[in-house]
């Protein structure tokens, strides 16, 4: 069964006037742990994990050419958040398991992509 | 955690932030003092934003609370460091928190005794001084102990958000000025600072119980807070007192009969239409559990006489069946207790049922009266009703309407909508 990844590109910053009570943020989580949990229960999670919420660094070139930068989401206010994979027949299937994320409720923006199955090259 | 959550995604318990934010502050204001406050507050928001980072991407730890304490007691620790006058308090957070993450690895909860109570405890009698005034006290205790959201405390008391900031701000300033203390009080001072604590409750739990306006007519989130900070109250060797048992029986016998109050669509249904099936029973059973503790030692208050009346409610089986002669006599005593008129209206109800419509609507021409009637909707809504139980639509509907001029919550307003159709009609 082919698998894909779910990018979740969250924004860092809370609107402003937004008061996060204990509430809110339960009822946050508990939206995330719904949807994993159904996911889990119809067979179609693999794995999920968090990035940290820091910039992170860029490299390019290589030797003496090499460039580390501070990490893409220095200056923007969307980082990615973390990431879920999971299994569908194919893209039409990863979609609708993806429209689910509560992240699009927050106005995040989800990313879908397929994990190429390198064995098929090499088995 | 690469790999999948080999087990079941683990659940959220229902309030855990809420009631854990509550504990974790109360812990922090001992350690660090009450003119603090602010930043025991920092160190919890600080640690549910954590949660609220991670958990979404690595599923709920295996144990929240015990992940919760942890985080806390770490940022209590760097906060710590930039706070010079706090320095020496670090072994103190670590000792603290060490413990009640032993607890809830243990699974036990931890609010149930021990340092935790005793934090919880001080917590409350703090939030609740006699010194601060009654709003503010209402709101301090719901955001330090209960978890409560600026926004949420104004939505269940209709104030604005500023005015609620604007109590929260002044109570605070007032702990730091009148240097209140965190301590229990002593002996000599408890039986008042313990009758500040219990108002307190009292008025959290009647905005829970008859919402004063708004699409709601109950608030079941802060009748269940009333009832667990009461149920903290007794369980403290100190404030284990029939007073309290008084009032936590009180509650508990009106809590049991929500169920039945709230019909089809949230509409309002009256004590003589419940389905008195649908009331608690086990609620009940621990209603009248307290009630009798509520006896012992010689102390007897307005809530012993409040418990007293919703038992007597409470044990008819039917509502052709109520002791109103009983009820009455109970009303009598409570309000040589407290003249106050709302305990008259009440009484005047007992009148009605015992002797009669008439009899009522005399009893009722006292307390109209008084200044603090003029806005009430339950004094023409109860005048309504005797008029048109003695006959007379014409006087029944001039006060149905005269109660419709008045502030109450949506699901009342179409009920005595309803009523003055009805007698319109007639």
């Known amino acids: 069964m ?24 339960q009822g946050i989580i508990q ?33 003496k050419n090499m460039v580390v930068r501070d990490g893409p989401y220095a200056e923007t206010k969307e980082i990615i958040g973390g990431y879920w994979i999971i299994t569908a027949a194919n893209y039409d299937e990863a979609v609708k398991l993806a429209s689910g994320c509560p992240s699009l409720e927050f106005g995040s923006r989800v990313e879908v992509r397929e994990v190429e199955d390198l064995s098929t090259y090499t088995g | 955690m690469a790999e999948v959550l080999d087990n079941q995604v683990p659940a959220l318990v229902d309030h855990l932030f ?21 930043l025991a507050e920092e160190v919890v928001q600080d640690a549910l934003l954590k949660a609220l980072q991670q958990w979404p991407y690595r599923g709920v ?138 108002e307190v409750l009292y008025l959290l739990f009647n905005e829970g119980y008859t919402a004063h306006a708004g699409e709601n007519l109950v608030r079941a989130d802060l009748v269940e ?4 900070y009461a149920s903290l109250v007794i369980r403290h060797p100190a404030t284990d007192q029939p007073k309290c048992h008084a009032l936590l029986a009180l509650m508990m016998f009106h809590a049991a009969r929500l169920a039945a109050r709230i019909g089809e669509g949230g509409e309002m249904s009256l004590l003589a239409d419940q389905d008195r099936s649908l009331w608690d029973g ?24 409040q418990a007293a009346i919703a038992a007597c ?18 009303y009598d005593m409570l309000v040589a207790l ?50 048109s139980e003695m006959g007379d639509t014409q006087k029944a509907a001039y006060f149905y309407r005269q109660a419709l001029d008045h502030p109450c919550s949506d699901p009342e307003r179409r009920f005595l909508s309803k009523r003055l159709e009805e007698t319109n009609k007639a």
């Open chain 1, 2 to 25: 082919p698998q894909f990844m779910l990018i979740s590109q969250d924004s860092t910053e809370i609107p402003e006037g937004f008061e996060i009570t204990p509430e809110i943020i």
């Open chain 1, 31 to 63: 939206k995330y742990n719904d949807w994993a949990e159904s996911l889990q229960k119809s067979g179609h999670l693999v794995s999920l994990n968090k990035l940290r919420d820091e910039p992170g660094k860029h490299i390019t070139g290589t030797g």
């Open chain 2, 18 to 38: 809420r009631h854990q934010a509550g504990q974790m502050i109360a812990t922090l204001v001992r350690i660090f003092g009450p003119r603090h406050i602010d």
């Open chain 2, 61 to 198: 730890p295996d144990n929240p609370v015990a992940w919760l304490i942890q985080v806390a007691k770490n940022r209590a620790l760097d906060l710590l460091r930039r706070e010079s006058s706090l320095q020496a308090k670090s072994e103190e957070i670590v000792r603290a928190f060490s413990l009640q993450e032993d607890f809830a690895n243990r699974r036990v909860e931890i609010e149930r005794g021990g340092e935790s109570l005793d934090d919880t405890l001080g917590m409350i009698f703090m939030a609740c001084h006699p010194a601060i005034p009654r709003e503010g006290r209402v709101a301090l205790t719901l955001k330090t102990v209960g978890g409560f959201g600026v926004s949420e405390i104004a939505r269940a008391f209709l104030a604005k958000e500023a005015t609620v900031a604007q109590r929260l701000v002044r109570a605070k300033r007032l702990i730091r000025d009148e240097e209140i203390t965190f301590e229990l009080p002593g002996q000599s001072e408890m039986s008042a600072r313990l009758d500040s604590v219990l």
């Open chain 2, 225 to 228: 807070e009333a009832i667990r």
């Open chain 2, 282 to 305: 086990r609620m009940i059973y621990f209603a009248y559990k307290h009630l009798e503790r509520s006896a012992e030692g010689n102390e007897f208050s307005e809530y012993h006489l």
């Open chain 2, 313 to 330: 409610h409470t044990a008819a089986a039917s509502y052709e069946l109520t002791d109103w002669a009983e009820i009455l006599r109970l």
């Open chain 2, 338 to 387: 407290n003249p106050s008129p709302v305990v008259a209206l009440n009484r005047a109800v007992a009148i009605a049922k015992s002797r009669g419509p008439e009899a009522g609507i005399r009893a009722l021409e006292e307390v109209s009266e008084h200044p603090a009637m003029q806005h009430y909707y339950l004094l023409p809504a109860t005048l309504g009703e005797l008029w």
